[in-house]
C-alpha cells in the first residue's frame, strides 16, 4: 500500500490533470473562473462526478478501485428511481482542522440500473460494456505494487520514478479520453436515448468527468447562491439549468444548495458521422454548516454529503433539450 504522501501526490497530479483538460473542453469554465478570479475569489472544486454503464471490467467499481488507491474512501450510497440509477461518494483524506480550500474535491460516481430496461436497450449496452477485455485496476494493482516511496524523495530510484508517471498517465487515459469500447453507432445512441438520456451520453463519453463543482459557501463576494447565479446571468449570461422550474436546487433546511449551467456541446464522432451533442457543465454548490457549527471555512464544519432530489435535477444538464437528431 503506497504511504498517505505518495497517493497524495497521486491524487493531485490526476485530479489536475482531469481539471485541466475539463477547463479546455467547457467553453464556460475558463469565463466563470478568470472572472472569479479577477475578484480575487477563492477558487475550490468541491466534487468532481463521473456516470458509469455497468460491466464485468467498467462500471462503478472500477472507479470505486481507482480513487481507493489514490486515498479516497466510500461513504453514503443514493437511489434515483425515476432514472435508475444508483450512486454513492468518496470521501477525500481530511483531517478535521483542515481548512476546506485546501481538500481534494469528493468524488460522485454513479452507475445505471441496466435490468430496469427492456431486453434490447440491455442488449444494446452489454454489446459495447462487454468489449474491455480486463479490469484496468490489474494494471494500477502492478504499478502501484513497484512504489516503496515518494517520487520526490532521495532514495526514489528510476524504476520506481517510471511505475509512479505510468500509473499517473494509466489513469489519466482511463478517465479523460472517452469510453474503453469501440466509437458507438447513432442508431444505439438513439436507442438509449428514448429511455435514458443518462445512457446514451454515457454510451459516448464513458468516464469523462460529467462535471466539477465549484465551492460557493468558501468565497467571500456570495453570501448566497442566488446572488452568485445572479452574477453568472447578469454579468456573465449565463445559461443556467431549470429542471424542476427553479435555478437553485435544495435549500438550508437539507444543509446543500446547488445550480448549474446547461452543458455545452462538442462534435461527438459516431460510426457514421459527426454530430454536436450536451456534454459536460459546471456546477456550483452552497453547503451550510452542520447546526451548532460556525462557517470557519474548515471541512469538518459543514455538511459534506449529497442530496438525492437536488442531483436528480442536476442529471438533467447534459439532457438534448432542443439539440436536433
Same mark, same amino acid.
Given at each position: 500500500?503506497?504511504?498517505?504522501?505518495?497517493?497524495?501526490? %497521486?491524487?493531485?497530479? +490526476?485530479?489536475?490533470?482531469?481539471?485541466?483538460?475539463?477547463?479546455?473542453?467547457?467553453?464556460?469554465?475558463?469565463?466563470?473562473?478568470?472572472?472569479?478570479?479577477?475578484?480575487?475569489?477563492?477558487?475550490?472544486?468541491?466534487?468532481?462526478?463521473?456516470?458509469? %454503464?455497468?460491466?464485468?471490467?467498467?462500471?462503478?467499481?472500477?472507479?470505486?478501485?481507482?480513487?481507493?488507491?489514490?486515498?479516497?474512501?466510500?461513504?453514503?450510497?443514493?437511489?434515483?428511481?425515476?432514472?435508475?440509477?444508483?450512486?454513492?461518494?468518496?470521501?477525500?483524506?481530511?483531517?478535521?482542522?483542515?481548512?476546506?480550500?485546501?481538500?481534494?474535491?469528493? +468524488?460522485?460516481?454513479?452507475?445505471?440500473?441496466?435490468?430496469?430496461?427492456?431486453?434490447?436497450?440491455?442488449?444494446?449496452?452489454?454489446?459495447?460494456?462487454?468489449?474491455?477485455?480486463?479490469?484496468?485496476?490489474?494494471?494500477?494493482?502492478?504499478?502501484?505494487?513497484?512504489?516503496?516511496?515518494?517520487?520526490?524523495?532521495?532514495?526514489?530510484?528510476? %524504476?520506481?520514478?517510471?511505475?509512479?508517471?505510468?500509473?499517473?498517465?494509466?489513469?489519466?487515459?482511463?478517465?479523460?479520453?472517452?469510453?474503453?469500447?469501440?466509437?458507438?453507432?447513432?442508431?444505439?445512441?438513439?436507442?438509449?436515448?428514448?429511455?435514458?438520456?443518462?445512457?446514451?451520453?454515457?454510451?459516448?463519453?464513458?468516464?469523462?468527468?460529467?462535471?466539477?463543482?465549484?465551492?460557493?459557501?468558501?468565497?467571500?463576494?456570495?453570501?448566497?447562491?442566488?446572488?452568485?447565479?445572479?452574477?453568472?446571468?447578469?454579468?456573465?449570461?449565463?445559461?443556467?439549468?431549470?429542471?424542476?422550474?427553479?435555478?437553485?436546487?435544495?435549500?438550508?433546511?437539507?444543509? %446543500?444548495?446547488?445550480?448549474?449551467?446547461?452543458?455545452?456541446?462538442?462534435? +461527438?464522432?459516431?460510426?457514421?458521422?459527426?454530430?454536436?451533442?450536451?456534454?459536460?457543465?459546471?456546477?456550483?454548490?452552497?453547503?451550510?454548516?452542520?447546526?451548532?457549527?460556525?462557517?470557519?471555512?474548515?471541512?469538518?464544519?459543514?455538511?459534506?454529503?449529497?442530496?438525492?432530489?437536488?442531483?436528480?435535477?442536476?442529471?438533467?444538464?447534459?439532457?438534448?433539450?432542443?439539440?436536433?437528431?
Amino acid at each position: 500500500m503506497l504511504t498517505t504522501d505518495l497517493a497524495g501526490r %497521486l491524487a493531485n497530479g +490526476v485530479l489536475r490533470e482531469l481539471w485541466q483538460k475539463y477547463r479546455e473542453r467547457v467553453a464556460d469554465v475558463p469565463r466563470i473562473e478568470d472572472a472569479l478570479r479577477s475578484l480575487g475569489e477563492v477558487w475550490h472544486e468541491d466534487h468532481v462526478a463521473f456516470r458509469t %454503464l455497468p460491466g464485468a471490467h467498467c462500471g462503478a467499481h472500477v472507479l470505486e478501485g481507482l480513487f481507493t488507491l489514490l486515498g479516497y474512501r466510500r461513504r453514503d450510497s443514493y437511489e434515483f428511481p425515476d432514472k435508475c440509477l444508483s450512486a454513492f461518494w468518496m470521501e477525500p483524506p481530511a483531517d478535521s482542522k483542515t481548512p476546506a480550500h485546501l481538500v481534494l474535491p469528493k +468524488v460522485f460516481i454513479s452507475e445505471l440500473q441496466l435490468e430496469k430496461f427492456t431486453p434490447k436497450f440491455q442488449a444494446c449496452v452489454e454489446k459495447y460494456a462487454r468489449q474491455p477485455a480486463a479490469s484496468p485496476l490489474t494494471e494500477w494493482q502492478t504499478l502501484f505494487e513497484k512504489l516503496k516511496c515518494s517520487p520526490l524523495s532521495d532514495d526514489c530510484d528510476n %524504476l520506481e520514478l517510471e511505475a509512479f508517471e505510468n500509473l499517473k498517465a494509466s489513469m489519466i487515459s482511463y478517465l479523460a479520453n472517452g469510453p474503453s469500447w469501440q466509437r458507438p453507432s447513432f442508431d444505439d445512441y438513439k436507442l438509449l436515448l428514448q429511455d435514458s438520456e443518462y445512457a446514451a451520453w454515457t454510451l459516448i463519453f464513458g468516464s469523462n468527468p460529467n462535471h466539477f463543482t465549484v465551492s460557493v459557501h468558501l468565497m467571500k463576494r456570495f453570501s448566497t447562491l442566488a446572488d452568485f447565479n445572479k452574477f453568472l446571468m447578469d454579468k456573465l449570461a449565463v445559461a443556467m439549468n431549470q429542471a424542476g422550474g427553479s435555478i437553485i436546487k435544495g435549500s438550508k433546511f437539507v444543509q %446543500l444548495e446547488q445550480s448549474a449551467t446547461l452543458a455545452c456541446h462538442v462534435p +461527438v464522432l459516431f460510426q457514421e458521422g459527426t454530430r454536436r451533442l450536451p456534454y459536460a457543465f459546471v456546477e456550483f454548490a452552497f453547503r451550510h454548516p452542520h447546526t451548532d457549527t460556525a462557517a470557519d471555512g474548515l471541512w469538518s464544519s459543514y455538511y459534506q454529503g449529497f442530496v438525492t432530489d437536488n442531483a436528480d435535477k442536476i442529471f438533467e444538464s447534459t439532457n438534448v433539450l432542443a439539440t436536433p437528431l
